[in-house]
């Protein structure tokens, strides 16, 4: 089997959701699995709404999420590419021109679903003569262009939905160039998808009758199987049922890179949502590319959930081990023999990543110990008792014996105090692990409250 050639295509007129991610990502992953090849691509054509800001601003939401392309394309660049083919579709009779106005059109479908009719351009356009062609040019009207479908029906294997099939008698001839002569999304598309040798078209099942258009184009351009395999995954909706935009920004990746969630959480669940997975971490891109199965992602909508995107990706850094944070630990001055231990006792208690350097300031900075007055004895005698340093993983339990068996304290009464007085917190990570980080002197000082 040939190695597969997918794309992502976003049109640059908004930023990314995870909806637009998840399509992203199951044609990056894909591509991962199977040693293909990935291709980004810009489907700027629309020079009125595409802008160069959102183009950079995708490519960064991108690679946050580890997707880095094989190739990275622009339409804007390839009008040439397109130009060709539709002089080829004139000259083979498939690309004929039209001169009604929106209003006209509109008028059309009125009239017809009034008479029960469904509402597809009737070809009248087909029936002008030269002369009323130039006429209606002389009245300054200027053609806009629709391709002719075969009106048959088209099948394909989608390796999401299984067995389609679209007629397209039931279509109206698709516009292909606008009046002003600028291409709308079908050719340019269906020919960069040629010309790339894409295999496989990996998108959202919104496009499901746009495919049949596109495989009689493929076929008219390309000749019979030029077309590549297709598959249509299910949309995500907000957990209120409603669909996402990019014009909206809701859900954008920008705005969840921001709130601090981790990147490799997105990408699972913008993977593993709407499968037959329940939602689970993952270490690495790699693994949730070798987990990756077309055939098990449901044909239902999936709805996503925020509060189980932010608990997915609390489960992230959880299970992430120092390699995997070290430099961004060293980014922010976590260094040191100090790094490594601390970042394995406070991980299990992190929300987003930034909740770490709270506690850096706990074991290597200055915190004001709460006021703890009917502690007092009992903390003064905790700090005469602490053991010597070089406290080690050993020194919590041993200390904490022998002030349960002086004070007659043990559970809460023995614990609660000492947690406050050492890192100003109600709870928090093991003490067992926090109190060589703190060290003997620092400790002292706070247990007699002091600020250190």
């Known amino acids: 089997m040939p190695h597969p050639i997918v794309r992502f295509a976003p049109s640059p007129t908004g930023a990314i959701h ?3 991610a998840r399509t992203a990502l199951l044609n990056c992953l894909y591509a991962e ?4 090849d990935f291709i980004l691509r810009f489907d700027d054509t629309d020079a009125e709404r595409s802008r160069e800001d959102y183009a950079a601003a995708i490519e960064v939401d991108l690679a946050w999420l580890g997707i880095v392309p094989d190739l990275t394309l622009r339409q804007s660049a390839r009008t040439s590419l397109y130009d060709a083919a539709a002089v080829r579709l004139r000259a083979a009779g498939r690309l004929y021109p039209c001169y009604e ?3 006209e059109l509109e008028r059309k479908r009125r009239l017809q679903q009034a008479r029960g009719r469904p509402p597809v351009y009737d070809r009248a356009a087909l029936a002008l003569s030269a002369q009323e062609r130039a006429a209606l040019e002389a009245q300054g009207r200027r053609p806009h262009w629709r391709f002719l479908l075969d009106r048959k029906t088209v099948r394909w294997d989608d390796l999401i939905r299984g067995a389609s099939h679209v007629e397209t008698g039931s279509l109206s001839d698709p516009v292909l160039i606008r009046a002003d002569g600028s291409y709308l999304y079908t050719l340019p598309s269906v020919v960069d998808d040629l010309d790339c040798k894409v295999s496989l078209v990996i998108r959202g099942e919104d496009h499901v009758a746009n495919t049949a258009v596109q495989i009689e184009l493929f076929e008219a351009l390309g000749g ?3 077309a590549p395999r297709f598959a249509h995954h299910n949309l995500l909706a907000s957990a209120s049922g409603e ?5 909206t920004g809701a859900l954008s990746i920008g705005g969840l890179r921001e709130a601090g969630v981790e990147a ?4 699972a669940c913008a993977v593993q949502i709407g499968s ?3 939602l689970h971490p993952v270490a690495s891109l790699r693994q949730l590319a070798s987990e990756l199965d077309l055939a098990q992602l449901s044909r239902s909508q999936a709805r996503f959930d925020l509060a189980e995107l932010e608990a997915l990706s609390a489960r992230t850094l959880h299970g992430f081990d120092f390699e995997a944070a070290r430099e961004r630990l060293a980014a922010h001055d976590v260094v040191g023999a100090k790094a490594e231990p601390f970042w394995l006792a406070v991980r299990g208690n992190l929300r987003v990543f930034l909740d770490v350097f709270d506690w850096w300031r706990v074991v290597e900075g200055e915190i004001a110990p709460p006021e703890q007055p009917a502690e007092s004895e009992f903390l003064a005698a905790a700090a005469a008792a602490l053991p010597p340093e070089p406290l080690d993983a050993t020194s919590w339990s041993a200390w904490t014996a022998a002030l349960k068996e002086s004070s007659g304290r043990k559970g809460r009464a023995l614990f609660h105090p000492l947690r406050l007085a050492l890192t100003g917190r109600e709870d928090g990570p ?4 926090l109190l060589p980080l703190i060290g003997r002197v620092r400790a002292s000082a706070r247990l007699r409250g002091r600020v250190a």
């Open 264 to 267: 490799l959480a997105v990408a």
């Open 101 to 103: 106005t929106a209003e």
């Open 18 to 20: 995870i909806g637009n």
């Open 243 to 247: 669909g996402l935009s990019k014009r």
């Open 224 to 226: 019979e199987g030029a």
């Open 276 to 278: 037959s997975a329940a």
């Open 33 to 36: 699995k199977h040693h293909g």
């Open 430 to 433: 093991e003490l067992a692990a």
